[in-house]
């Protein structure tokens, strides 16, 4: 167990919709990742949070919006579902920002779009 | 742009044999490389870290090297176990831009 929670674990839902997916952090973590793995496209990075502020982005969709909260956990949004949004997604948490700070990786929400 | 290549073909070996994957990066030079386990449907979990400077870094079973000159990393498991079956993936960050960016992995299964 890591320490990072995610919710809900799974989510059945249908194009067009809307979904939020939370993350708690481990205690003391102030960084806050959010990753995609669609099986033909590996583990993908979407956005870091550090204390409540944006700090890198990677290809995340403009669909795709998340914010960290003053009590540091984490929300991803995602709008406008298209068939090709189904995957995991995974929250991580590092105690700063660091880059050579370890990732504790949440156990996943699997989001299916139908 | 940056990229991370490892073995897209799952690797298969016998107990007790020592597995090693492999991680090649381009276009960019990271100051270290980050290894982690995923077990099917589950998160992926750290392994081990090495900078640029250390060429090589071991815990208990795993050792992996660090060459900048062939930009590639290599991560050995000695002593394989059935239990050491799962995806590992490779990783760096951007420092341009922070982002972390992960290999695809690659599959092992240890059979008994």
């Known amino acids: 167990d890591s320490g990072v929670t995610q919710t809900p674990k799974h989510l059945i839902t249908a194009t067009g919709q809307r979904v939020t997916l939370r993350c708690s952090p481990r205690?003391?973590?102030?960084?806050v990742y959010w990753y995609q793995q669609s099986l033909d496209q590996g583990l993908q990075f979407l956005i870091q949070?550090?204390?409540?502020?944006?700090?890198a982005k990677g290809n995340i969709l403009e669909r795709f919006s998340a914010q960290q909260f003053p009590d540091l956990h984490s929300e991803l949004n995602l709008s406008s579902l298209e068939l090709g949004d189904s995957a995991l997604y995974f929250c991580a948490s590092s105690p700063r920002q660091g880059s050579t700070d370890t990732q504790y990786f949440g156990p996943g929400t699997r989001l299916t779009v139908l | 742009s940056q990229k991370i290549e490892q073995n897209s073909e799952a690797l298969n070996i016998q107990e007790g044999k020592t597995a090693t994957l492999t991680c090649n990066y381009t276009n960019y030079s990271p100051a270290y490389l980050q290894w982690y386990r995923q077990d099917p449907g589950r998160g992926p979990v750290f392994l081990l870290l090495i900078r640029e400077n250390e060429k090589e870094k071991r815990k208990e079973r795993l050792k992996v090297t660090f060459d900048t000159t062939l930009k590639q990393s290599l991560f050995h498991i000695t002593a394989s176990q059935p239990a050491d079956s799962a995806t590992y993936l490779c990783?760096?960050?951007?420092?341009?831009?922070?982002?972390?960016?992960f290999g695809a992995g690659t599959r092992l299964f240890v059979k008994a």
């Open positions: 205690s003391g973590d102030l960084s």
């Open positions: 990783a760096f960050r951007y420092t341009g831009g922070f982002k972390t960016i």
């Open positions: 949070y550090y204390n409540g502020e944006e700090r």
